[in-house]
Every structure is written in C-alpha cells, then in structure tokens.
C-alpha cells in the first residue's frame, strides 16, 4: 500500500484525537471495510499505534504536524521507495560495502539512510549497507547474497534512476539535504544520526532524545 490521500487524511485525523475506523470511515466518507483495512495498514507501517479501541499517532506522524507539505511528500515517496528493498545477507554490513565497491561498474549505486550518515559523520556504526541501484541492474547486484526475512546486511533500494549524489571519503552517498529527509522519514536511529548532521530535531518522545539533549 502507498500512502495515498485517504490514508493521509486518516493520519491528520489521529493528530486531532483518538481515532477508531468508524471515526475514519465517517469523516473520510470511506466504506467501513476500507476504513478498517486503512487504519490497520497505518498501524502496521508504523504511523498509528493502539490503545485499547482506538488508534493514535506514532512519532512518525507527530512530526507531520510542523513540516511543510513538499517534506511531507518527500517522506511518504522515500518511504515508498523503500519498501520495494531487497535485503540481502553477506556476513557483515562492511562485507557489503565491499561487495559494492569491488562489483561496481562505476557509478551504479549510490549509498544511502544511516550507512551515508556514518560515511558523512562517523557517528554511528550502521546496521547494514543501504544502497539505491538501478532496477535494471538488480539481476546483477541480488546474487551478492541470500534474501533474507528481516535481518539483513546489505538492503538494495530499487530506482529508476540513481538520485544525486556526490562523493564523500571516496564513496558516492545522497546528497545532504535528502539524507536528512531519509533520517525523518524513519526516526529511530536516524534521530541521533540527524543530530550528527547538525540537523533540526523533530518533535519526538524523550525517550528518543534523551541521548541528544
């Protein structure tokens, strides 16, 4: 499911009160099995969490409320890109970065998500090699290894075309201003890596920034 303009409009909804799927299926003029299977699908993409019969926003969507929509968009795309990743398992993230490096015809990938925040900063170790390829070279870059469930060392993102980038210590990562959209669009870890960056905290739980603060 992509974030279209329904499940946008439920997100704003939970930032105005508890929600529950009759809620949404009102206001939304959406059938009820739609609302239901909308809000479900929200819940389980991590932008509404639930408490007891009704839903309310997660951190992810708390910080909507103070961006400007051509950041909004930009998040709801990214994470649409990302949810087309395969994730591969080579035996360690650095393995991975290898791999990249060694397999690479050139200028056919380009880091990115935590694995260009710790090129740009060195501030966090990542969890795997975040990586945009083009589609048509995916035939060649999957046999780098397995697929794996969850757990993954290299997470291989699915492009068109590659998104600018530029080099940073000899290894080519998105641009800065995109990382840090990248970072938002996932929180988590990428709070910390945002504050690496020099990054504008979004409004987030305490537990999230107590290590920044």
Same mark, same amino acid.
């Given at each position: 499911?992509?974030?279209?303009?329904?499940?946008?409009?439920?997100?704003?909804?939970?930032?105005?009160?508890?929600?529950?799927?009759?809620? @949404?299926?009102?206001?939304?003029?959406?059938?009820?099995?739609?609302?239901?299977?909308?809000?479900?699908?929200?819940?389980?993409?991590?932008?509404?969490?639930?408490? #007891?019969?009704?839903?309310?926003?997660?951190?992810?969507?708390?910080?909507?409320?103070?961006?400007?929509?051509?950041?909004?968009?930009? &998040?709801?795309?990214?994470? !649409?890109?990302?949810?087309?990743?395969?994730?591969?398992?080579?035996?360690?993230?650095?393995?991975?970065?290898?791999?990249? !490096?060694?397999?690479?015809?050139?200028?056919?990938?380009?880091?990115?998500?935590?694995?260009?925040?710790?090129?740009?900063?060195?501030?966090?170790?990542?969890? @795997?090699?975040?990586?945009?390829?083009?589609?048509?070279?995916?035939?060649?870059?999957?046999?780098? #290894?397995?697929?794996?469930?969850?757990? @993954?060392?290299?997470?291989?993102?699915?492009?068109?075309?590659?998104?600018?980038?530029?080099?940073?210590?000899?290894?080519?990562?998105?641009?800065?201003?995109?990382?840090?959209?990248?970072? &938002?669009?996932?929180?988590?870890?990428?709070?910390?890596?945002? @504050?690496?960056?020099? #990054? !504008?905290?979004?409004?987030?739980?305490?537990?999230?920034?107590?290590?920044?603060?």
């Amino acid at each position: 499911m992509g974030i279209d303009e329904s499940s946008l409009f439920i997100i704003w909804l939970s930032l105005r009160g508890p929600l529950t799927p009759s809620r @949404a299926s009102t206001e939304a003029s959406l059938p009820k099995t739609t609302a239901y299977r909308k809000v479900k699908e929200l819940e389980d993409r991590g932008w509404l969490r639930r408490e #007891g019969k009704t839903y309310l926003p997660t951190d992810r969507a708390e910080i909507l409320s103070g961006m400007e929509a051509r950041d909004m968009l930009g &998040i709801f795309y990214i994470e !649409k890109l990302f949810e087309r990743a395969v994730r591969l398992q080579t035996g360690s993230w650095r393995r991975s970065m290898g791999l990249l !490096k060694e397999r690479s015809r050139g200028g056919d990938y380009v880091l990115c998500y935590e694995t260009a925040a710790y090129i740009r900063t060195g501030f966090q170790t990542p969890s @795997a090699a975040f990586a945009y390829v083009r589609d048509s070279d995916m035939e060649r870059w999957v046999p780098l #290894g397995r697929r794996a469930s969850k757990l @993954a060392d290299l997470v291989l993102i699915p492009v068109k075309d590659l998104p600018a980038s530029e080099f940073v210590s000899g290894w080519p990562v998105v641009t800065e201003e995109r990382l840090k959209l990248e970072l &938002i669009t996932w929180l988590g870890r990428g709070v910390l890596d945002l @504050a690496a960056l020099g #990054g !504008k905290i979004p409004a987030v739980s305490e537990e999230m920034t107590d290590v920044v603060y």
